[in-house]
């Protein structure tokens, strides 16, 4: 395992570089905005947000391993990661109306205090502290996804005057800068916890320095702003409207809830798959966030002018290499009968499989849902997610360890057929809908096609 994870980590990366070198010569990137003011600002966004994203993905690699290093047992570990998930789902719902009215901005700050005193509990061996602590996880991840765009978004528009055109050229630099750190965090937390053998708890140690510097140029560098209030009943109650009356919405949700369930159980489970066999979970990372990252490069290469596949069919075969994944996985994780390389395989093309997922999914969401209501329907959407996903656990909890990692695949495959059902009847639904296309290369709308 130990050189197929340098092996794989090598080659992935050489796949990255030569995929986005290939982006920039067909220039499947666009052209950049210059002007000077446009990109101070940007600067000031990128310096807080990246090392927020970096504090965050240190934190990725060695969590499950931390645990069991404590000698805790896998059923303890998995009601610490229920307990991370049920916060996600608590905080989730109100995030967004906390952090309008706390201001963008103190928002960012507590994010960095909240994240650190999350990152100090790893030192504690009491299990007790170590649950507060994954709680106050689940309320930084909801702040990280929740206040830093809001801030940028306000500042940008109603400070700042920029056409607003120019928001989606910093959510896309932002996103392919996203994947860099979180390749390069796994390689930090690797030297870190095992080139320099300072153990699991040492890339939380290092998270802290950046999470400090997110603070403190927050408060020197970023005005506040606050948004409008919202009732949340009221933002829930017309996601729920808007959910129920459109099917397509429905059907959306009912794919995203399968998909990213199994994705929350797969981040628990690839540490006890491999660790066994003495990979470096660090490099092993590396690679997964490499994969994904390929996923993402030949989603925009796809969806070029020069090649044209359409985002749902981008979606369909995200699905269906998933499940085949999982199908791997319950063969190579059978009691007896284990093939370590097989299943980090797997893993590698569930990864690759997000690349893909994630912006067509994006894409599909944006066109379905109208704007005054994706606040409201993406907290229903998470529900059912979270839901899924601490129910995995939980049945994980009361199986033996042998057959239940193997069952627990199982069970993620079946949800993949569900999921790859809702995505036919989505098929059967949108067929005639020129609206969740992309344009022709030629600037018209393609006309339907039988397949769609």
């Given at each position: 395992?130990?050189?197929?994870a340098?092996?794989?980590?090598?080659?992935?990366?050489?796949?990255?570089i030569?995929?986005e070198?290939?982006?920039?010569r067909?220039?499947?990137?666009?052209?950049?905005?210059?002007?000077?003011?446009?990109?101070r600002f940007?600067l000031?966004y990128?310096?807080v947000?990246?090392?927020?994203l970096a504090?965050?993905?240190?934190?990725?690699p060695?969590?499950?391993?931390?645990y069991?290093?404590?000698?805790?047992?896998?059923?303890?570990i998995?009601i610490?990661?229920?307990?991370?998930?049920?916060?996600?789902?608590?905080?989730?719902?109100v995030?967004?109306?906390?952090?309008?009215?706390?201001?963008?901005?103190?928002?960012?700050?507590?994010?960095?205090?909240?994240?650190s005193?999350c990152?100090?509990?790893?030192?504690?061996?009491?299990?007790f502290?170590?649950?507060?602590?994954?709680?106050?996880?689940g309320?930084?991840?909801?702040?990280?996804?929740s206040?830093?765009?809001?801030?940028?978004?306000?500042?940008?528009?109603?400070?700042?005057?920029?056409?607003a055109?120019w928001?989606?050229a910093?959510?896309?630099?932002?996103s392919?800068?996203n994947s860099?750190i979180?390749?390069?965090?796994?390689?930090?937390?690797n030297?870190?916890?095992?080139?320099?053998g300072l153990?699991?708890?040492?890339?939380?140690?290092v998270?802290?320095?950046?999470?400090?510097l997110?603070?403190?140029?927050?408060?020197?560098n970023w005005?506040?702003?606050?948004?409008k209030?919202?009732?949340l009943?009221?933002?829930c109650?017309?996601?729920?409207?808007?959910?129920?009356?459109?099917?397509?919405?429905?059907?959306?949700?009912?794919?995203?809830?399968?998909?990213?369930?199994?994705i929350?159980i797969?981040i628990f489970?690839?540490?006890?798959?491999?660790?066994?066999?003495?990979?470096?979970?660090?490099?092993?990372?590396?690679?997964?966030?490499?994969?994904s990252?390929?996923?993402s490069?030949?989603?925009?290469?796809?969806?070029?002018?020069?090649?044209?596949l359409?985002?749902?069919?981008?979606?369909?075969l995200?699905?269906?290499?998933?499940?085949?994944?999982l199908?791997?996985?319950?063969f190579?994780?059978?009691?007896?009968?284990?093939?370590p390389?097989?299943?980090f395989?797997?893993?590698?093309?569930?990864?690759?499989?997000?690349?893909?997922?994630?912006?067509?999914?994006?894409?599909?969401?944006?066109?379905v849902?109208p704007?005054?209501?994706?606040?409201?329907?993406?907290?229903?959407?998470r529900?059912?997610l979270?839901?899924?996903?601490?129910?995995?656990l939980?049945?994980?909890?009361?199986?033996?360890?042998?057959?239940?990692?193997?069952?627990?695949?199982?069970?993620c495959?079946v949800?993949?057929?569900?999921?790859?059902?809702?995505?036919?009847?989505?098929f059967?639904?949108?067929?005639?809908?020129t609206?969740?296309?992309?344009?022709?290369?030629?600037?018209?709308?393609?006309?339907?096609?039988?397949e769609?």
């Amino acid at each position: 395992m130990l050189i197929a994870a340098y092996v794989a980590f090598a080659f992935l990366l050489v796949i990255c570089i030569s995929l986005e070198f290939s982006a920039c010569r067909s220039k499947l990137t666009g052209r950049s905005c210059s002007n000077p003011a446009f990109l101070r600002f940007q600067l000031d966004y990128y310096q807080v947000y990246f090392l927020a994203l970096a504090a965050d993905w240190l934190q990725g690699p060695y969590l499950y391993k931390l645990y069991q290093h404590y000698h805790f047992l896998e059923a303890q570990i998995a009601i610490i990661y229920v307990c991370g998930f049920a916060s996600s789902v608590l905080f989730g719902l109100v995030s967004n109306s906390l952090v309008d009215r706390l201001g963008r901005k103190k928002s960012c700050i507590l994010f960095s205090l909240t994240y650190s005193i999350c990152c100090l509990t790893k030192l504690s061996w009491d299990y007790f502290v170590l649950v507060v602590g994954r709680i106050l996880g689940g309320l930084s991840t909801a702040l990280l996804f929740s206040a830093f765009e809001a801030w940028y978004v306000h500042e940008h528009v109603e400070r700042y005057d920029f056409p607003a055109e120019w928001i989606p050229a910093t959510f896309s630099k932002a996103s392919f800068w996203n994947s860099v750190i979180a390749v390069g965090a796994g390689v930090v937390a690797n030297v870190f916890a095992e080139w320099l053998g300072l153990g699991p708890v040492a890339p939380f140690m290092v998270s802290i320095p950046f999470l400090m510097l997110v603070g403190v140029l927050a408060i020197k560098n970023w005005d506040e702003n606050y948004g409008k209030k919202r009732a949340l009943s009221r933002t829930c109650t017309d996601g729920l409207k808007c959910l129920l009356s459109d099917r397509r919405v429905l059907l959306l949700g009912t794919i995203q809830a399968l998909f990213e369930s199994v994705i929350y159980i797969f981040i628990f489970l690839w540490t006890p798959v491999l660790d066994p066999y003495n990979p470096p979970l660090g490099i092993v990372f590396s690679s997964f966030m490499a994969a994904s990252m390929v996923g993402s490069s030949l989603y925009r290469i796809a969806t070029s002018k020069k090649y044209h596949l359409q985002p749902m069919h981008i979606l369909s075969l995200s699905v269906l290499m998933v499940f085949f994944s999982l199908f791997m996985l319950t063969f190579s994780t059978n009691p007896g009968q284990e093939n370590p390389s097989e299943s980090f395989l797997a893993f590698l093309l569930i990864e690759l499989s997000c690349g893909l997922y994630f912006p067509s999914m994006g894409f599909l969401r944006q066109k379905v849902i109208p704007e005054k209501d994706q606040a409201g329907v993406m907290h229903w959407f998470r529900v059912p997610l979270n839901l899924l996903a601490c129910l995995g656990l939980l049945i994980l909890h009361d199986s033996d360890y042998k057959t239940g990692t193997r069952n627990m695949f199982t069970i993620c495959s079946v949800m993949m057929v569900m999921a790859l059902l809702a995505v036919v009847s989505l098929f059967t639904v949108v067929r005639n809908n020129t609206e969740l296309r992309l344009p022709s290369p030629s600037g018209q709308t393609e006309s339907p096609s039988p397949e769609l």
